[in-house]
Structure formats: C-alpha cells, structure tokens
C-alpha cells in the first residue's frame, strides 16, 4: 500500500530512530499476506493469555514489546529493518507455555499442555532459519512472554 514507506517505524537495530520501532513495528507488516500470516496466531494466542484476565493481556503485551523490541534493537543484524506482530506472537506462545510451570495449578497446566500442543512447533522459530524473517523478534518475544509469566505468577494471578 506504501511501498514499504512504513518501514522506517520498525526497529532498526543500535540506531537511535530504530527504538520507536519498538511501540511501532507489530503494527507494520510488509505485505497482505504477512498481515495475514500474523492475524490468525495473533487472535488466538492474544485471546488464551485473556482467558484468566483480561489485565494479562495488557501485561503481557507490554513486556513483550519492550524485552521482545529492545532485543531486536540491540542484537539484531546490523543495516536491517524489523516489522510485523511476530514479536507479539512469539510473546504471547512463551507467556502461554510458561504460565502452567511458574503458576503452578492445573488450569494453567492443563493451557500450557494445549498450547504446546497445538503451537509447540512455532518454538523452531526462534532459530534463524529464513532470511528476512525476523528470528530475533521471535525468541526476545519469546523471552519477554516467559518474564510476564513469571511477573504475573509473582503477583498473585490465578485462575
């Protein structure tokens, strides 16, 4: 639609103007299809980190954006613009499949089992395996959903 004139809103790594990509870039993606490709993942893992509060949500998404973005931006390749919902995603499968071991009850458990049933293989996507997608987004997302599930469990959510 823009032409890729969007882009420059993603995180671009150790650059100054790179680190408001890190509010910006979920919500820019390269293409329809990769608009697509985000929506369906995102809806879904967004609407289980709801099931117990809708407040986890907000958490969750908070940490992933800012543990999830600042690591894109300081490990990521250099000369290279990072976009899409990925990092939310990644975020979101990390807090889901980490939620049972640092709750502790079964409902959590019994979420955790699913969800990595279901999405456990999105997991290898937190390796580089295909250029120009964003593995870095993937496992600093990965990594903030796991701290918002430990922050949660500290602070007394349950179902």
Aim: charged fraction near 10%; charge should be positive; aromatic fraction near 16%.
């Amino acid at each position: 639609m823009f032409q890729g004139g969007l882009d420059f809103y993603g995180i671009i790594p150790r650059e100054a103007i790179g680190l408001r990509g890190i509010l910006f870039a979920p919500f820019i993606h390269g293409d329809f299809e990769h608009l697509i490709a985000n929506t369906v993942p995102f809806l879904t893992l967004g609407w289980l980190v709801m099931l117990q509060r809708t407040s986890d949500f907000f958490i969750v998404t908070a940490w992933t954006m800012l543990v999830g973005g600042t690591g894109v931006w300081l490990f990521g390749a250099p000369r290279s613009v990072h976009i899409g919902a990925s990092i939310l995603i990644f975020g979101y499968l990390g807090f889901l499949l980490f939620r049972g071991y640092f709750q502790r009850n079964m409902p959590s458990i019994v979420l955790s089992i699913a969800v990595a049933a279901i999405y456990g293989s999105l997991v290898w996507g937190v390796l580089p395996s295909q250029p120009g997608v964003s593995w870095e987004g993937h496992l600093f997302g990965f990594i903030g959903g796991a701290i918002a599930a430990r922050f949660i469990a500290k602070n007394g959510s349950s179902f």
